[in-house]
């Protein structure tokens, strides 16, 4: 029943939108000048008047479609945007804090305690010193803490080697920063060395402060003094 009663109420509504067409200005205008025509001229105005329409009928489709297209790529697109920063994210957050460097006489300690287990002779170990301005290369000056410079004489290939292994792993944020090596001029079969080592300056970090809770502005209850004057 309610769906003759839709029929019905939508074909009133054709009719008359029909008639409001055809009592209209431009259809009577329309109309008398397709009467004018001769049956070829009018048999081109129906075949023109049928490929308007068709093109009409396929062209809001089609445009919606288009542009639903480039909506939904965009959205994919910032999707996957998203869930690249959120895998960053996660990825720096996974990241183990690199700790900051011991201070410079402890690390210099520690040198010296990686020199003794290799059991180079005191000659052999011409300086073990603390540079507080080690020379700016690829690192920048203020990137740096400070330096340490060790210099060795008459070692082997090995030695060299391996202290280089040890150096580099005493500390993650000290790095061998130069290595200069020389053939020892009293003995060409062993190696003078040169490593300039730095220490990285790794800033504390501190976690963002939480901003401070919104609080609520409670409005001002009306006195009684306000409520008599406003009567």
């Not at 603390?130 to 000056?141: C, D, K, L, T």
Request: glycine share 4%; proline share 7%; net charge positive.
């Amino acid at each position: 029943m309610a769906f003759d009663d839709l029929k019905e109420n939508l074909k009133n509504q054709f009719v008359q939108i029909g008639e409001r067409i055809s009592n209209s200005r431009l259809y009577v205008v329309v109309s008398e000048r397709y009467e004018n025509l001769n049956s070829t001229q009018q048999r081109l105005a129906k075949i023109i008047s049928f490929i308007l329409l068709l093109g009409l009928f396929v062209y809001f489709p089609m445009d919606y479609f288009l542009v639903s297209l480039e909506n939904e790529t965009a959205f994919e697109g910032k999707r996957k945007s998203i869930k690249d920063i959120i895998k960053s994210e996660r990825e720096i957050t996974a990241l183990p804090d690199i700790p900051r460097p011991l201070p410079a006489e402890a690390f210099k300690s520690s040198v010296d305690s990686q020199l003794k287990e290799m059991n180079l002779l005191p000659e052999q170990i011409k300086q073990v010193s603390i540079n507080m301005q080690p020379s700016a290369g690829m690192i920048p000056q203020n990137k740096m803490q400070y330096g340490i410079d060790i210099t060795v004489n008459k070692i082997n290939l090995k030695q060299l080697t391996n202290l280089g292994s040890k150096l580099q792993i005493i500390h993650p944020s000290v790095k061998v920063k130069d290595l200069i090596v020389t053939l020892n001029r009293e003995d060409a079969r062993y190696l003078n060395a040169d490593f300039h080592l730095v220490a990285l300056n790794i800033p504390e970090y501190k976690a963002p402060e939480p901003p401070p809770p919104e609080t609520k502005k409670k409005g001002k209850r009306p006195s009684k003094t306000d409520t008599n004057e406003e009567q």
